[in-house]
């Protein structure tokens, strides 16, 4: 459960107490920091946490004995004091249980985006070969007899829309099941059934053809859970100071399965597997997640098995997330009108809307522009389907650096550091889109540059919205994103139906231009509405008034620094202490 903040009041953004290294998309840290952990559970015996844990008796963080003076002034105590202070902050590991969590967000972001994604290079690899068909949706085979099918375009745009008819319902009961049942449980039944659902779907295009696919598609929609799962997941795991530096490393999961969907499944499409083993491969990833996930994930702090205590108390302390004595259903109370008259709340899904139309126009469209206007082959169009991608994934770090010297030097506070990189990643897009439909046709390679940054500068919105939810709504950051996923994806669906009416040849440019333009006006208009309206300050209604009542002993707020007056001296106790 998020902090809660008093109504009305500025939180605050300092994250100079922030020890931790920035997290990088290393392997070798991904695989030492995973081996670490298992080593921690191995030598504590796998003992999970009782669930009876109360942080204000067994959560001691650090103590300081006192200091003893025979009669100097108070003030000369203190100075020792504030120095114990910041060696129990620099006692909180560098590298733990938090860093896993979001680790392991990040891989199953990418296995759920490639099991989302890799269905715009499936159907074109699926379609790419000249067969016998007339048009109808017969099929025919290749060299490598594996059946290739003669869809139409508005056939196509069915399969590739399909998707996001089942995520659009998943979303809003996604995040009700994140509060009620925690991420852990709800992301894994997610991504196993969307990780066999695409083990069958060759099986199901062989026996009946493109409406099987979409029925498949539709499953596997509803198996969507990820965003909500991980924006809960987060509330429940990052500590403020961090919020913004685990937070956005999580989230290039998205942008790392960008680049897989696009480049790895043009890659096995041109291989002997065909475009089979896209669904196969992509299975096979989600179920290795499965078993991560399953015996590393914990939905909360006090779930974790191999944590430290210091590390427990430092994330409890400063997110006050210890469980309540208080029957489930009054948990449950959400404030359904603070939400939805919520100002913020709608500039929010305005600009999330705009984000994911230009988005998912170039995720599920690029690889059938790139074949039918640019006559790129199967495997160039698989390297520059995935380049734009690969550039996105890289500049969330750069992004993400500049945003954590902004908020360490105080440059700029998080509403306007918001706003900033969202008007990167908004109007940026729809100023290249512009420029992309006007260029001529024999200028392949500027076409190719201008995708690619097009994309790549977009992914500003990590750091810009994607995370304004939980600044929004650290207590329902769940509920909040499934209610804007549920809308995002409705215009994840209906992208490809615009297009599968405004281009009826695939080969046909100046119908693409029409597609462009249209994004681009989109981006700018969601921008517009999220600078008026837009902010990163908690809103009054995230402490609704059913929980503004005497906390219990396990939720009273974390004191730093807690006093006790000796008869000689000053003690100094940092811990998890009522106040």
């Not at 969590?101 to 070969?129: D, E, H, K, P, S």
């Not at 249209?518 to 309206?533: D, E, H, K, R, S």
């Not at 004191?559 to 000053?570: K, M, T, Y």
Request: with cysteine; hydrophobic share 45%; charged share 15%.
């Amino acid at each position: 459960m998020g902090q809660r903040d008093v109504a009305g009041r500025e939180r605050s953004r300092s994250i100079d107490r922030d020890n931790s290294p920035p997290v990088g998309p290393g392997s070798a840290a991904v695989v030492s920091l995973i081996l670490f952990q298992f080593f921690q559970c191995a030598r504590q015996g796998m003992n999970p946490l009782p669930s009876s844990f109360n942080p204000v008796t067994q959560c001691e963080c650090s103590t300081v004995a006192p200091v003893t003076q025979p009669s100097p002034p108070l003030f000369r105590n203190l100075s020792g004091s504030m120095d114990a202070i910041e060696d129990s902050r620099k006692a909180v590991p560098r590298l733990g249980m938090r860093h896993l969590q979001a680790v392991l967000l990040f891989i199953g972001l990418a296995a759920n985006t490639i099991l989302q994604l890799n269905v715009g290079v499936a159907v074109v690899a699926m379609t790419n070969t000249t067969t016998a068909g007339d048009g109808d949706g017969s099929e025919g085979e290749n060299e490598r007899d594996i059946p290739q099918y003669n869809w139409t375009e508005v056939q196509k745009s069915y399969i590739l829309s399909s998707f996001y008819w089942g995520s659009a319902l998943a979303q809003f009961p996604a995040g009700y099941l994140c509060k009620r049942f925690g991420s852990k449980a709800v992301l894994f039944w997610g991504t196993l059934g969307s990780s066999l659902l695409s083990a069958l779907t060759p099986h199901g295009v062989y026996a009946a053809g493109w409406q099987a696919f979409c029925a498949i598609r539709l499953l596997q929609g509803l198996c969507q859970v990820t965003w909500p799962c991980i924006h809960q997941h987060l509330a429940n795991w990052c500590p403020e100071a961090e919020r913004t530096r685990l937070g956005a490393f999580a989230y290039t999961g998205f942008d790392c399965g960008n680049v897989l969907a696009m480049y790895a499944a043009g890659m096995i499409a041109s291989s002997p597997l065909g475009w089979p083993g896209i669904s196969y491969s992509a299975a096979t990833l989600g179920l290795v997640w499965c078993v991560l996930w399953l015996f590393l994930g914990a939905s909360r702090v006090t779930e974790a098995r191999c944590i430290g205590e210091v590390e427990k108390c430092y994330i409890l302390g400063d997110l006050q997330r210890s469980e309540r004595k208080e029957p489930r259903s009054k948990k449950m109370q959400i404030p359904w009108r603070g939400i939805f008259t919520s100002a913020p709340v709608y500039a929010l899904l305005c600009a999330r809307c705009a984000d994911t139309w230009g988005l998912s126009t170039m995720q599920q469209e690029l690889p059938a522009y790139l074949s039918g206007v640019l006559r790129l082959d199967m495997q160039s169009n698989a390297l520059f389907s995935a380049l734009p991608f690969l550039l996105m994934w890289g500049m969330c770090y750069v992004y993400l650096l500049i945003a954590d010297v902004l908020l360490q030097k105080k440059w700029l506070g998080l509403t306007a550091l918001r706003k900033t990189y969202t008007s990167i990643a908004l109007w940026a897009p729809a100023s290249i889109m512009l420029a992309l439909g006007f260029v001529g046709e024999g200028h392949q390679n500027l076409v190719l540059l201008l995708i690619t940054l097009s994309v790549g500068v977009s992914s500003a919105a990590t750091i810009g919205t994607e995370l304004n939810t939980i600044d929004l709504s650290p207590n329902y950051a769940g509920i909040l994103a499934g209610i804007i996923t549920s809308f995002t994806n409705l215009v994840a669906l209906l992208t490809p139906l615009v297009v599968g009416v405004l281009v009826t040849d695939s080969r046909e440019r100046g119908q693409w231009q029409v597609v462009f333009c249209l994004v681009a006006g989109v981006l700018f208009a969601g921008n517009v509405i999220f600078l008026i309206w837009g902010t990163a300050v908690t809103q009054p209604w995230n402490e609704a008034p059913e929980l503004r009542g005497e906390l219990e002993p396990e939720e009273k707020p974390f004191q730093l620094p807690a006093q006790e007056v000796a008869d000689n001296g000053i003690g100094l106790r940092i811990n998890c202490k009522n106040p």
